[in-house]
């Protein structure tokens, strides 16, 4: 039952006891008192019956270990999820309590590599109700949460039309616009700015926010974040409804709740912003030059209009906040070891000696430190918990059997810093461990358990497009700017300030001066 239909049917019966006792024979002066302390009589009761079940021997998790008081309740788990340090959190718990962790009433985290079999379609796993539509939302789709399997695949093939090889090279013309787009804003900026310098990840913001305008509307909303900033707090609003999602709803009943009070009001915001952007484009007469995801989502005109403004915010939100920190991460590495700025510009300007040139994708995949690169900023960047319900009879992780309607997912941060896939040096930024020689002969670097994407049917729908987004604005970026941090800037300080929460929050500005490289050219160059 969603926990706001159980709140008011508690409301109710407490209207109903105060009724009953009121009009009763034996009536009672104290007939509110008397209400109040029946109701939270039972309440504590309830409470306490529940809580000694959770404790209990003869809770179906009863022999996995994790800290005791979080297995009385996932508000636990819902308040470590909102401080942004869980991924730390569970490492810890991991290495004292071992590779089965329960974190919740009915959830474990799997510190394993057999855990990615959690997301296959083998598992046949659906996501848990930490990603349903709050608010009893008539929707099908709530980051991608489909009733049934079939219903997912059939959405996921019509949003694949553009991630196709076709769909994807129509859009790179407009990712290269938007690229000297966000040369010019980051140098306006500095130019406009008291001491000279520019919050860099702002930047990537507003342009990952323009591209993904492009992307999904045909540019129809005129974002132009670039340009105009953004007055409507569009992208903390969206990390906000990401932020709120992934904490408050690892405990859904209170998801419900919240969607009725003001601190829900950054996930209404998004889905009315979605409405809004996906009317403007329907309205729109002109179409833009190439086809954009919208086109794809309205060619049939089955899906209704409810799913197209939940889909327009998943691609908006998803589109734009995965690649834009994954990006503020490696410059952020490499400008604070300027060594590897250096050797990847000379990687590639070996290949572009042109710094205008057109980037060639196919020679940008094969420069092996700017894939180094990429590969370290999302290895450290995507410590992400992806919660999975085990369905009956149960299934079997490394072995061990784990009871149906258990929650369960991969401790992708710990398996992403483990020596015995990432060595030496498991937590710090080594692009050159993706080379050939790596760091000596002891290197490890096991890119199978790197789980920024996902896996199985569930994985990102864009890893592709991502990924030539990240190496085309980072090769672009290095052939025409020098970048370094302001003097004041706190390496460390920014480090420890990176939170996760499904989003990245960044307690630190990332604070840099930019110089255009000599030979440059940026106003309206376009090939
Ligand atoms: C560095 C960039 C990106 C990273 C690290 C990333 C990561 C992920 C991850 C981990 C998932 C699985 C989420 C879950 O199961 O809860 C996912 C799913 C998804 N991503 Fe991405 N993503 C990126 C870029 C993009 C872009 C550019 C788009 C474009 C719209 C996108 C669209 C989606 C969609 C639609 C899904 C849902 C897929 C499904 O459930 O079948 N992502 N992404």
């Not at 980051?143 to 196709?164: A, D, I, M």
């Not at 007055?231 to 409804?241: D, E, F, R, T």
């Not at 939940?310 to 990006?327: E, F, K, P, Q, R």
Request: hydrophobic share 40%; with cysteine.
């Amino acid at each position: 039952m969603a926990g706001d239909t159980a709140a008011a049917l508690y409301l109710l019966a407490f209207g109903g006891l105060y009724t009953a006792l009121r009009y009763s024979a034996t009536f009672s002066p104290h007939v509110v008192s008397t209400s109040l302390g029946l109701t939270c009589a039972y309440t504590l009761c309830a409470c306490a019956t529940t809580a000694a079940y959770r404790l209990s021997p003869w809770h179906p998790l009863a022999d996995m270990p994790g800290p005791r008081a979080w297995h009385l309740s996932s508000l636990w788990f819902s308040y470590v999820s909102y401080k942004g340090r869980r991924h730390l959190i569970l490492d810890a718990l991991h290495a004292q309590y071992g590779p089965f962790l329960r974190v919740g009433p009915d959830t474990i985290s799997v510190n394993s590599p057999g855990a990615q079999h959690i997301y296959s379609g083998a598992a046949h796993m659906p996501k848990s109700e930490s990603y349903r539509a709050p608010g009893h939302k008539r929707q099908v789709a709530m980051f991608f949460k489909q009733p049934s399997e079939r219903l997912h695949t059939e959405r996921k093939r019509v949003w694949s039309g553009l991630f196709t090889k076709d769909g994807v090279s129509q859009l790179l013309p407009v990712l290269e616009k938007r690229t000297y787009d966000l040369l010019q804003c980051m140098e306006r900026r500095q130019a406009e700015s008291p001491d000279g310098s520019i919050d860099l990840t702002e930047c990537f913001y507003h342009w990952s926010y323009d591209f993904m305008g492009d992307m999904v509307f045909g540019g129809a909303n005129k974002l132009e974040l670039m340009k105009n900033g953004d007055p409507q707090n569009l992208i903390m609003g969206g990390k906000m409804a990401i932020v709120i999602v992934d904490s408050i709803g690892q405990t859904p009943w209170l998801m419900d709740l919240i969607w009725h009070l003001p601190v829900g009001g950054a996930v209404h915001r998004m889905l009315l912003l979605g409405a809004q952007m996906v009317h403007t484009r329907l309205q729109v007469k002109e179409q833009a030059p190439y086809r954009d995801l919208m086109s794809y989502l309205t060619a049939d005109g089955k899906i209704h209009v409810d799913d197209l403004e939940l889909d327009a915010v998943i691609a908006i939100l998803g589109g734009s906040d995965n690649t834009s920190i994954t990006m503020a991460l490696a410059v952020f590495f490499l400008t604070t070891e300027p060594r590897y700025y250096e050797q990847l510009r000379a990687e590639v300007a070996a290949a572009f000696p042109d710094p205008n040139a057109p980037l060639e994708h196919d020679t940008l995949q094969q420069l092996p430190l700017l894939e180094g690169v990429v590969m370290e900023a999302l290895r450290l960047g995507s410590p992400y918990f992806l919660p999975r319900v085990v369905p009956a009879p149960g299934a079997h992780i490394d072995g061990r059997f784990i009871p149906p309607g258990t929650v369960v997912a991969l401790a992708a941060y710990s398996q992403q810093t483990d020596p015995a896939n990432f060595y030496p040096d498991p937590l710090s930024f080594r692009p050159e461990r993706w080379l050939p020689h790596g760091l000596g002969p002891e290197t490890r670097a096991n890119k199978a358990a790197i789980a920024s994407f996902s896996f199985g049917p569930h994985a990102c729908i864009a890893k592709a497009l991502a990924y030539q987004e990240m190496r085309y604005v980072l090769a672009r970026l290095v052939l025409t700017m020098d970048i370094s941090p302001v003097v004041a800037f706190d390496a460390r300080a920014f480090r420890e300030g990176i939170l996760n929460m499904r989003t990245t929050v960044l307690e630190e500005h990332l604070m840099v001066r930019v110089h255009r490289r000599p030979g440059v050219r940026i106003e309206g160059f376009l090939h």
